[in-house]
């Protein structure tokens, strides 16, 4: 069973920079698919961006371009989302979730969650 733990998120001015960490223990990240999820106030869960086992990355959320970008190192089994040029509209709780091989955009698709970290970007 995969336990996952998130951190990094906070409090930013807009335009900021924030980067999330997704630390999975009592297994090994390799062979999982990381997505990472968010959740804004009075909102529905929605994908962001996720990586697969073979650092393919599915880009999931058209306002996060080029602003965003997710990566793993399996040797720490950790996964990250860098966050920049952060705005209002990014504040949310942000999941990391697991699942075998193939990124998903349905979080029902994702049988292993984090508790979530918030992320507040207000000035």
């Given at each position: 069973q995969v336990q996952l733990v998130e951190s990094g998120g906070g409090l930013v001015q807009p335009g900021g920079s924030l980067r999330l960490s997704c630390a999975a223990s009592g297994s090994t990240l390799e062979n999982y698919a990381v997505g990472w999820f968010r959740q804004g106030p009075g909102k529905e869960r929605e994908p962001v961006l996720c990586i697969n086992n073979k650092h393919e990355i599915s880009n999931y959320a058209d306002s996060v371009?080029?602003?965003?970008?997710?990566?793993?190192?399996n040797r720490k089994n950790t996964a990250y989302l860098q966050m920049d040029n952060l705005q209002p509209t990014d504040t949310a709780t942000y999941y990391c979730s697991v699942r075998w091989y193939a990124c998903s955009m349905y979080s029902r698709l994702y049988p292993h969650w984090g508790q979530g970290t918030n992320v507040t970007v207000s000035s």
């Open positions: 371009k080029g602003r965003f970008a997710i990566s793993r190192e």
